[in-house]
T-cell receptor, first 112, second 113 residues
Framework: NAGVTQTPKFQVLKTGQSMTLQCAQD?????MSWYRQDPGMGLRLIHY???????DQGEVPNGYNVSRSTTEDFPLRLLSAAPSQTSVYFC???????????FGPGTRLTVT | DQQVKQNSPSLSVQEGRISILNCDYT??????FLWYKKYPAEGPTFLIS?????DKNEDGRFTVFLNKSAKHLSLHIVPSQPGDSAVYFC????????????FGKGTLLTVNP
C-alpha cells in the first residue's frame, strides 16, 4: 500500500492564481481531512469528508474548496491564492470510528 | 481559544533518560487522545493513543497517562534515544470523530547522545 499520497510536494503561486492540491489514499478509508500547519502552530483542520459525496468545513475553511467524488481522492482547491495561504498542507485519512489518522507527506505552498 | 495546549515549545534530554511531554486540554467533550511524532519535511506519524475510559496506555518505550480530572495527559519515553528527536504533537477528538483532530502546537524534543 502507498498509504496517503500528496502532489505536488512543493508549489509557488502568485497572488490570485488558483490551483488544486491532490490527495489520494489506497486504504479504503471512509474519512479524509485536510490540515494546514503554520510556523509555531499545530495543525489546523481546513475541510473534512466522512464519505464520498459528503464534505464539511473545519476550523479554517475560508479560501478553500473540496469535493469527494470517490473514496480514494480528496482534492483541495485554492480559488484565488493569497499570501496568508502560504503554509504546509497535510492530507489525512482514517477508518470510521476511533483510531488514528494517517497523514501524507505534505505539500509546501508559497504564495508571493 | 486553544483547546489543546502544549506549553513547552522544546525539551532537551540525555540519551537513556526519561522524556516527559505534557499536554493540557480544556474541552471536556474530548474522549480520545493521540500523540503524533513529526520529523522535518515529513507528515506526522501516529505514536500512541488513549481513550478516556483508561488512565494509562503503554506501547514499548512509550506510555501515555491521562488525568481526566486535571484535563492533562503526558507522554513518557523511556529510555530516550537520539532517533526520538522530533516534534511531538498532542491531539484530541470526541465522539469517534477521528477525522476532526484538534492539535496542540507541538513540543520539539532533542535527545542528546
Amino acid at each position: 500500500n502507498a498509504g496517503v499520497t500528496q502532489t505536488p510536494k512543493f508549489q509557488v503561486l502568485k497572488t490570485g492564481q488558483s490551483m488544486t492540491l491532490q490527495c489520494a489514499q489506497d486504504m479504503n478509508h471512509e474519512y479524509m481531512s485536510w490540515y494546514r500547519q503554520d510556523p509555531g502552530m499545530g495543525l489546523r483542520l481546513i475541510h473534512y469528508s466522512v464519505g464520498a459525496g459528503i464534505t464539511d468545513q473545519g476550523e479554517v475553511p475560508n479560501g478553500y474548496n473540496v469535493s469527494r467524488s470517490t473514496t480514494e481522492d480528496f482534492p483541495l482547491r485554492l480559488l484565488s491564492a493569497a499570501p496568508s495561504q502560504t503554509s504546509v498542507y497535510f492530507c489525512a485519512s482514517s477508518f470510521q470510528g476511533s483510531g488514528e489518522q494517517y497523514f501524507g507527506p505534505g505539500t509546501r505552498l508559497t504564495v508571493t | 481559544d486553544q483547546q489543546v495546549k502544549q506549553n513547552s515549545p522544546s525539551l532537551s534530554v540525555q540519551e537513556g533518560r526519561i522524556s516527559i511531554l505534557n499536554c493540557d486540554y480544556t474541552n471536556s467533550m474530548f474522549d480520545y487522545f493521540l500523540w503524533y511524532k513529526k520529523y522535518p519535511a515529513e507528515g506526522p506519524t501516529f505514536l500512541i493513543s488513549i481513550s478516556s475510559i483508561k488512565d494509562k496506555n503503554e506501547d514499548g518505550r512509550f506510555t501515555v497517562f491521562l488525568n481526566k480530572s486535571a484535563k492533562h495527559l503526558s507522554l513518557h519515553i523511556v529510555p530516550s534515544q537520539p532517533g526520538d528527536s522530533a516534534v511531538y504533537f498532542c491531539a484530541a477528538t470526541s465522539g469517534g470523530s477521528n477525522y476532526k483532530l484538534t492539535f496542540g502546537k507541538g513540543t520539539l524534543l532533542t535527545v542528546n547522545p
